[in-house]
C-alpha cells in the first residue's frame, strides 16, 4: 500500500523512505516506534499537548473493554462496507476502537485514522495495526483533495469546509451523534430537566441519503459507568455527590442512544 499523507506544511505529496516521510520541499516526519506519524505542526498546536489527555484516552479504553458500544460499531462497520471504499478516513479516531473494526472487515480499503491527542493515537497504533494512524487536526487533515471516498467521524467536531475538501465527488460521510436520549438517566443525575439531542443539520455541501436512530437501554456496572462519565463532555459537571447516587447500587440501566447519517456530496 502506497500511504496518501500530505505534507502539512506545504502540502506536497509525502514520500515514504524507510522510517520517515518527507515531500520536494525537505519537510520531513519520522514514524514513532509504535508505528504512528506525527504531522501536527508546532505553530499548529494551542497547546503543549491538545486534543484528549491520557487520564480521558485511559478512561475510554476501560470502558471500550467491555461490549457495551459493539452493537454501535457494528452497526457503522455495516453502513460503511456498503459502499465498498478504497479510502476510508476516521476523523476523530481517538484510541482506534472503531478504526480497527473498520480495518478488519474491509481488507481491501486503506483505512486512515487521525486524531489530535498523541496519547490516543499511540495507543491506536500500539495495538493496531490494520490502519494507519497519525497525530493531526481535524481542521487541517495531512491528505490531499478529494482523497477519501469514505470520511466517518464519530462524536467528533465537524469542519464542514474540510469534508467538502477531503471526500472524492462520489463519495460519503458518515456521522455518528448522540440521539435524543443518550445517557439519560446519567443527566438527570446533573440536570433538573434534561433537554433532548436534537438530530444534526446536514453539513453544508452534502445532502443527506440515510438516517436512522439506534438505541438500546443496558444494564451497567456502576464502576463501568464512572468510566464512561470521564470520556463525556458533562465530566466536570459530575460532583461528589452524584458519584455518591450512583454508588447506592451496583448497578444501573443506561440509555444509549445514537443517530447515524449518511450524506453525499452535492
Known amino acids: ?7 502539512p506544511l506545504c502540502q506536497a505529496p509525502l514520500n515514504k523512505t524507510g522510517n520517515s516521510m518527507s515531500c520536494e520541499n525537505r519537510h520531513q516526519f519520522d514514524f514513532a516506534k509504535e508505528g504512528y506519524v506525527n504531522l501536527l505542526p508546532v505553530q499548529n498546536k494551542k497547546s503543549k499537548q491538545p486534543g484528549d489527555n491520557l487520564d480521558m484516552v485511559q478512561a475510554r479504553r476501560a470502558f471500550f473493554a467491555t461490549d457495551h458500544y459493539h452493537f454501535l ?6 453502513l460503511i462496507s456498503l459502499s465498498s471504499p478504497q479510502t476510508l478516513l476516521d476523523l ?14 474491509l481488507p481491501e480499503c486503506d483505512v486512515y485514522g487521525l486524531d489530535i491527542s498523541k496519547s490516543a493515537v499511540k495507543y491506536a497504533a500500539k495495538r493496531y495495526k490494520e490502519a494507519n ?6 481542521k487541517q487533515a495531512p491528505f ?3 482523497s477519501m471516498d469514505c470520511v466517518v467521524t464519530v462524536f467528533a467536531p465537524v469542519f464542514e469546509q474540510e469534508l467538502q475538501r477531503l471526500v472524492k465527488s462520489t463519495g460519503k460521510v458518515i456521522l455518528v451523534n448522540p440521539g435524543p436520549k443518550h445517557l439519560f438517566e446519567l443527566k438527570s443525575l446533573i440536570y433538573p430537566e434534561v433537554n433532548l439531542h436534537a438530530h ?12 436512522h436512530e439506534l438505541e438500546k437501554q443496558i444494564e451497567i ?3 463501568i459507568i464512572e468510566h464512561l462519565i ?30 447515524l447519517s449518511e450524506y453525499e456530496k452535492v
Open 144 to 146: 490531499a483533495n478529494e
Open 133 to 138: 494512524f497519525s497525530v493531526a487536526s481535524a
Open 1 to 7: 500500500m502506497t500511504l496518501i499523507y500530505h505534507c
Open 230 to 259: 470521564q470520556m463525556t463532555p458533562f465530566a466536570w459537571k459530575f460532583k461528589e455527590s452524584h458519584y455518591d447516587a450512583l454508588k447506592e447500587k451496583q448497578s444501573h440501566t443506561i440509555t444509549l442512544s445514537f443517530y
Open 92 to 105: 476523530g479516531c481517538g484510541e482506534g476502537f472503531y478504526t480497527h473494526l473498520f480495518a478488519n472487515e
Open 73 to 78: 460499531r457494528q452497526e457503522i462497520a455495516n
Open 200 to 211: 444534526p443539520d446536514t453539513p453544508a455541501g452534502f445532502k443527506l441519503v440515510k438516517h
Open 221 to 223: 456496572k456502576t464502576e
